[in-house]
């Protein structure tokens, strides 16, 4: 097992999260989430480091192992809203994503 491996092995199983929930939460089959633990595949793009980050509730710099504190999101559901957030963000043009960005600061700047 190589060490990014491990730590989506470890960080699933802190968070009791079966190969076939974290597969689901990243759209993949569960067999993709058994190979990236075990490192018989190494194809991990920055799009799934992030979707992996997300689900696990920890960032990429510690799935990528640059960081050894997982620096975790506040729970599952905040997990899956910024997951399923940044799906959406992706699929619109530039100006929409300005547009998005400029209502998520005023939001952040109310609080």
């Not at 470890?10 to 490192?39: C, D």
Request: charged share 25%; hydrophobic share 30%; proline share 3%.
């Amino acid at each position: 097992m190589n060490h990014t491996g491990y730590r989506i092995k470890q960080r699933r199983e802190e968070l009791g999260f079966s190969t076939y929930k974290l597969a689901k939460l990243i759209n993949v089959n569960q067999s993709t989430i058994s190979r990236y633990e075990t490192g018989q595949t190494t194809k991990l793009t920055p799009q799934i480091v992030e979707k992996l980050s997300i689900a696990l509730s920890t960032t990429p710099a510690y799935i990528m192992g640059w960081v050894n504190v997982p620096e975790a999101y506040e729970d599952e559901e905040d997990s899956r809203l910024i997951n399923e957030s940044i799906q959406l963000l992706r699929v619109l043009s530039k100006e929409k994503k300005q547009q998005a960005y400029k209502y998520i600061n005023e939001l952040s700047n109310n609080n």
